[in-house]
């Protein structure tokens, strides 16, 4: 019997992630100090229902773009983050960073609407395109926020430019048959109704896929089934495997202004 709980257990894949966690609070923390911000925007009346917004300091922003954190909808928030935001704010971008709550106290179900609301109140504040990115559960919440019965407000959707999904879960249904589930407390319905590769994509939506080369089996073949799902509308699809990197490294581009992954996310 496969052993499912291994086959999603990234820390265990990667002997120095505990290391690496310490390394984005600290990274974090300083960028927060030396960038041009405003902390703690509420999306939402809930504690946690905050974005912290970061802008070019020299010029206007030539869009924005919405980077939403991992931990598998039961970790972490915003502030290990900020990091993320530094390679497209060097490039001329406004970043949001939004925290969410974490189950068990919310359904992934209410995760997904934070996000909605955390982006409307985004693209309220910030003119001109958007774009989307997230990582491990933060890479599922982008792809959700592209399906078509998401009923985002026209003003909204047709604004963005492109999502990428960074080592995306696009299928929950594998993820009720780990130990975590007892925390996370996906039922079928759910599992069926918050799954992407589930749903039709936006008309004319453009995503890729990203997921590092060294991932764990069933990450990147999460990327490759929901990429080639979604390849069967009216979109435009690309799959990525990046040479080298494993599920926390992966992430390290974002702060690469002009790197391969910023440079996919913009040359749409």
């Given amino acids: 019997m496969r052993d499912w709980d291994a086959a999603y257990h990234n820390s265990g894949a990667v002997p120095n992630a505990g290391e690496l966690f310490d390394q984005w609070v600290e990274r974090s923390k300083a960028f927060r100090a030396s960038s041009k911000n405003r902390l703690d925007i509420a999306y939402g009346s809930g504690e946690r229902e905050k974005l912290d917004l970061f802008f070019p300091k020299e010029t206007a922003p030539k869009g924005v773009v919405l980077i939403v954190h991992g931990g598998y909808w039961k970790a972490f928030d915003k502030s290990s983050f900020s990091h993320l935001a530094k390679g497209a704010v060097e490039m001329g971008?406004?970043?949001?960073?939004?925290?969410?709550?974490?189950?068990?106290?919310?359904?992934?179900?209410?995760?997904?609407?934070?996000?909605?609301?955390a982006l409307e109140v985004v693209a309220e504040i910030v003119e001109g395109p958007i774009y989307l990115t997230g990582h491990s559960a933060g890479g599922h919440l982008v792809a959700r926020l592209g399906c078509e019965n998401r009923n985002l407000p026209d003003t909204v959707g047709q604004r963005i430019k492109h999502i990428l999904g960074i080592s995306g879960v696009y299928d929950l249904r594998p993820i009720r048959l780990t130990q975590m589930n007892e925390t996370l407390q996906i039922d079928a319905e759910e599992a069926r109704l918050e799954s992407p590769v589930l749903h039709d994509p936006l008309e004319n939506l453009v995503f890729t896929g990203w997921v590092g080369a060294d991932e764990l089996t069933e990450f990147r073949r999460q990327n490759a089934a929901h990429c080639a799902v979604w390849e069967g509308f009216e979109t435009k699809i690309a799959a990525y495997e990046d040479p080298g990197k494993n599920h926390f490294t992966v992430v390290e581009g974002l702060e690469v202004a002009h790197s391969p992954i910023l440079t996919t996310l913009f040359n749409t």
């Fill in 93 to 117: 971008y406004a970043v949001a960073v939004p925290s969410y709550d974490l189950c068990p106290h919310a359904k992934i179900s209410n995760i997904s609407n934070q996000m909605q609301a």
